[in-house]
């Protein structure tokens, strides 16, 4: 190894992180100057073609710490990715290619990182979904490595420990953690607040430790041979020195998130023998000695392409990269009567039947939610991932399952628990995913769990959520449109669904699932239109009755998607609302004043008991109801 070549490389990714940071007046520049020299030795192990960024045998590379993302785009940058200098100039900018932490819209960057956490969580799903393509492709074909850089605050994070337990459990020997370990928070010393044995907590995960001198050449290069041999998976604790190479500020809490300042850079860069004066400087020895990733990485691909050439491999791959759910026979549900819960679990299975990336799994809760692909087998080999009751994990590690390019998977919990992975959901729809998320226990339907279990608040928070679609049917047939509605997006969707059984509805009047919402019932001149999702649906459809047995002219329409409803244009949704406007559902839903006069719905927690007897405790039945609308 070229030890003056490395130093020189290891200290133009600092030099640049800082100019960039410092251009910007903002962002993180500890963390980039301290791990430059490990990144500078893991790009010799590293196998990426920047040609070709989205090449499926490629290693994955994450930067959990995306306050990081200085060290990365400068990394980018030098490899020969579609990321230019002039971007990096442009660094944390509006619609800057080079944002302040990684986004997926940012050639070279697998996945959107930042909240401190996902990252780990992500790389362990980017290992699963490796584990997974090789069973189905063979090893020769997928025989990559997920490295991930992580700090104590992703450590800190209960994700991680959720993941990384997971990882032990599937041995994912295609798993290295860099864990930057340099004692230091944006409050002071770490051992404010954390004092843990990494090495013993995660050896007890069933990982493979190494410490080294994360500045140290030949003790990084060792670790990450041995991290490549190992049959565990892998972390490396890298003692670093936060902000390593900025004079007095090296070590110091005070470099983490704020820029180093002019004067202090050009001091580092004169003590590093770079021209003070230069910012943003690449010299020809390092730009050569980057460079050589695009010819390796070419070469590799092409070795790769002659393997696929010849393994009888190509359809299968082709049919995993572009899924066709057209080939999906769904089961009939016109004039069953079924919980929704029920219903999807036949068509996650008829999806499953046909589409082999379709995969996923619940958090310790199959039986409940309905989401056991029956004789599919468990994974790796089979479609059901057992998760356990890692609610934060399961939808971090199916993000990047949907990333990985050959899979669609889902995430399955009560709705309640959906709070336990609000911000891997966030995420989900921030990189516009395609990941299904399966909420059952919709609502005080819950019964006898009582408030801590029964939904009040989420269906609204969800439905603010951009880029994302939260169904909630009323019975089977909407549950299967909106399946099929949803499998033809490239975005993230809900399916909140019943524990108790929903009557089937007639066809609908006017418009369709697809529309978000539509005409179930009509009446000449209505002065009255009940608008409602899921299990209200068919109470208003009998309080309709009622109040025309009191000469009320009454319209009902079922609403599965506010969302998709959302955007329909105003003659579309003046078609279906007529008269005065009531919107009927079992939960906190302020956004339908957006469309309704009034709403029926409920403003405190829930109650436990019999699911009939707080359904009625809180008006959710014909008779109440009807005395509510009819109080103008």
Same mark, same amino acid.
């Given at each position: 190894?070229?030890?003056?070549?490395?130093?020189?490389?290891?200290?133009?990714?600092?030099?640049?992180?800082?100019?960039?940071?410092?251009?910007?007046?903002?962002?993180?520049?500890?963390?980039?100057?301290?791990?430059?020299?490990?990144?500078?030795?893991?790009?010799?192990?590293?196998?990426?073609?920047?040609?070709?960024?989205?090449?499926?045998?490629?290693?994955?590379?994450?930067?959990?710490?995306?306050?990081?993302?200085?060290?990365?785009?400068?990394?980018?940058?030098?490899?020969?990715?579609?990321?230019?200098?002039?971007?990096?100039?442009?660094?944390?900018?509006?619609?800057?290619?080079?944002?302040?932490?990684?986004?997926?819209?940012?050639?070279?960057?697998?996945?959107?990182?930042?909240?401190?956490?996902?990252?780990?969580?992500?790389?362990?799903?980017?290992?699963?979904?490796?584990?997974?393509?090789?069973?189905?492709?063979?090893?020769?074909?997928?025989?990559?490595?997920?490295?991930?850089?992580?700090?104590?605050?992703?450590?800190?994070?209960?994700?991680?420990?959720?993941?990384?337990?997971?990882?032990?459990?599937?041995?994912?020997?295609?798993?290295?953690?860099?864990?930057?370990?340099?004692?230091?928070?944006?409050?002071?010393?770490?051992?404010?607040?954390?004092?843990?044995?990494?090495?013993?907590?995660?050896?007890?995960?069933?990982?493979?430790?190494?410490?080294?001198?994360?500045?140290?050449?030949?003790?990084?290069?060792?670790?990450?041979?041995?991290?490549?041999?190992?049959?565990?998976?892998?972390?490396?604790?890298?003692?670093?020195?936060?902000?390593?190479?900025?004079?007095?500020?090296?070590?110091?809490?005070?470099?983490?998130?704020?820029?180093?300042?002019?004067?202090?850079?050009?001091?580092?860069?004169?003590?590093?023998?770079?021209?003070? %004066?230069?910012? #943003?400087? /690449?010299?020809?020895?390092?730009?050569? $000695?980057?460079?050589? =990733? !695009?010819?390796?990485?070419? &070469?590799?691909?092409?070795?790769?392409?002659?393997?696929?050439?010849?393994?009888?491999?190509?359809?299968?791959?082709?049919?995993?990269?572009?899924?066709?759910?057209?080939?999906?026979?769904?089961?009939?549900?016109?004039?069953?009567?079924?919980?929704?819960?029920?219903?999807?679990?036949?068509?996650?299975?008829?999806?499953?039947?046909?589409?082999?990336?379709?995969?996923?799994?619940?958090?310790?809760?199959?039986?409940?939610?309905?989401?056991?692909?029956?004789?599919?087998?468990?994974?790796?080999?089979?479609? %059901?991932?057992? #998760?356990? /009751?890692?609610?934060?994990?399961?939808? $971090?590690?199916?993000? =990047? !399952?949907?990333?990985?390019? &050959?899979?669609?998977?889902?995430?399955?919990?009560?709705?309640?628990?959906?709070?336990?992975?609000?911000?891997?959901?966030?995420?989900?729809?921030?990189?516009?995913?395609?990941?299904?998320?399966?909420?059952?226990?919709?609502?005080?339907?819950?019964?006898?769990?009582?408030?801590?279990?029964?939904?009040?608040?989420?269906?609204?928070?969800?439905?603010?959520?951009?880029?994302?679609?939260?169904?909630?049917?009323?019975?089977?047939?909407?549950?299967?449109?909106?399946?099929?509605?949803?499998?033809?997006?490239?975005?993230?969707?809900?399916?909140?669904?019943?524990?108790?059984?929903?009557?089937?509805?007639?066809?609908?009047?006017?418009?369709?699932?697809?529309?978000?919402?539509?005409?179930?019932?009509?009446?000449?001149?209505?002065?009255?239109?009940?608008?409602?999702?899921?299990?209200?649906?068919?109470?208003?459809?009998?309080?309709?009755?009622?109040?025309?047995?009191?000469?009320?002219?009454?319209?009902?329409?079922?609403?599965?998607?506010?969302?998709?409803?959302?955007?329909?244009?105003?003659?579309?949704?003046?078609?279906?609302?007529?008269?005065?406007?009531?919107?009927?559902?079992?939960?906190?839903?302020?956004?339908?004043?957006?469309?309704?006069?009034?709403?029926?719905?409920?403003?405190?927690?829930?109650?436990?008991?019999?699911?009939?007897?707080?359904?009625?405790?809180?008006?959710?039945?014909?008779?109440?109801?009807?005395?509510?609308?009819?109080?103008?």
């Amino acid at each position: 190894m070229n030890f003056e070549l490395l130093q020189k490389q290891a200290d133009t990714l600092r030099f640049l992180s800082a100019d960039m940071i410092q251009r910007a007046n903002s962002g993180h520049p500890g963390a980039p100057l301290g791990l430059a020299d490990i990144l500078v030795v893991l790009s010799f192990h590293l196998k990426h073609n920047p040609k070709n960024p989205s090449w499926l045998n490629r290693d994955r590379l994450v930067f959990s710490g995306g306050h990081a993302s200085a060290l990365l785009y400068s990394f980018l940058h030098l490899s020969g990715y579609d990321l230019s200098l002039d971007e990096l100039k442009n660094f944390r900018q509006l619609h800057s290619k080079a944002p302040g932490h990684p986004e997926i819209s940012t050639c070279g960057v697998e996945i959107a990182t930042g909240p401190l956490g996902q990252g780990v969580a992500n790389a362990v799903g980017f290992a699963l979904a490796a584990k997974k393509a090789q069973s189905l492709l063979g090893s020769e074909l997928i025989n990559h490595k997920v490295y991930c850089f992580c700090g104590d605050g992703d450590l800190e994070e209960g994700i991680s420990y959720e993941a990384c337990s997971l990882a032990g459990l599937h041995k994912l020997d295609n798993l290295i953690l860099i864990y930057d370990s340099n004692a230091i928070s944006i409050e002071g010393d770490v051992s404010l607040a954390f004092n843990e044995n990494i090495k013993m907590r995660f050896e007890a995960q069933g990982f493979s430790v190494q410490e080294i001198n994360g500045h140290d050449f030949d003790a990084i290069n060792n670790a990450f041979e041995l991290a490549k041999l190992s049959k565990r998976p892998n972390l490396i604790i890298a003692k670093t020195i936060i902000a390593k190479g900025a004079l007095e500020l090296e070590g110091s809490h005070h470099s983490h998130g704020a820029p180093l300042g002019v004067e202090l850079i050009k001091r580092a860069k004169a003590k590093a023998h770079f021209d003070e %004066n230069q910012e #943003f400087f /690449i010299s020809q020895e390092v730009k050569f $000695a980057f460079s050589v =990733a !695009l010819e390796l990485g070419d &070469l590799e691909e092409a070795k790769w392409q002659d393997l696929l050439e010849k393994s009888g491999k190509k359809d299968l791959l082709e049919r995993l990269l572009k899924p066709n759910f057209n080939e999906v026979v769904y089961p009939d549900f016109k004039g069953k009567s079924v919980a929704t819960r029920d219903s999807n679990g036949e068509i996650l299975n008829a999806i499953a039947a046909k589409i082999e990336g379709f995969l996923g799994g619940s958090a310790d809760l199959a039986p409940s939610n309905k989401t056991e692909l029956k004789g599919m087998g468990d994974f790796i080999e089979g479609k %059901n991932i057992h #998760f356990g /009751i890692r609610e934060h994990a399961m939808a $971090a590690i199916n993000n =990047a !399952l949907a990333r990985y390019g &050959l899979f669609v998977p889902f995430s399955a919990t009560f709705f309640i628990f959906s709070e336990y992975l609000k911000p891997a959901a966030r995420l989900s729809a921030l990189m516009k995913l395609r990941h299904y998320f399966i909420f059952t226990h919709d609502s005080i339907g819950v019964g006898e769990d009582g408030p801590t279990h029964q939904p009040i608040e989420q269906l609204s928070t969800f439905r603010a959520m951009p880029n994302f679609l939260t169904f909630r049917p009323a019975d089977g047939v909407e549950n299967l449109k909106a399946w099929q509605f949803a499998l033809a997006q490239d975005l993230p969707c809900a399916f909140v669904l019943s524990r108790q059984k929903l009557e089937a509805l007639n066809e609908g009047i006017f418009g369709d699932v697809k529309n978000g919402a539509y005409l179930l019932k009509e009446a000449d001149n209505a002065s009255i239109t009940l608008l409602a999702s899921g299990s209200e649906v068919s109470l208003c459809l009998q309080t309709a009755k009622l109040l025309e047995s009191k000469g009320e002219r009454v319209n009902v329409v079922s609403m599965p998607c506010y969302e998709l409803f959302e955007k329909q244009d105003k003659s579309y949704q003046e078609r279906l609302l007529k008269g005065e406007v009531i919107g009927v559902e079992a939960a906190h839903s302020n956004e339908l004043y957006k469309f309704c006069d009034r709403v029926f719905g409920i403003e405190s927690f829930g109650e436990s008991g019999k699911d009939k007897a707080v359904f009625e405790y809180f008006g959710f039945e014909p008779n109440k109801l009807c005395e509510f609308v009819l109080k103008r």
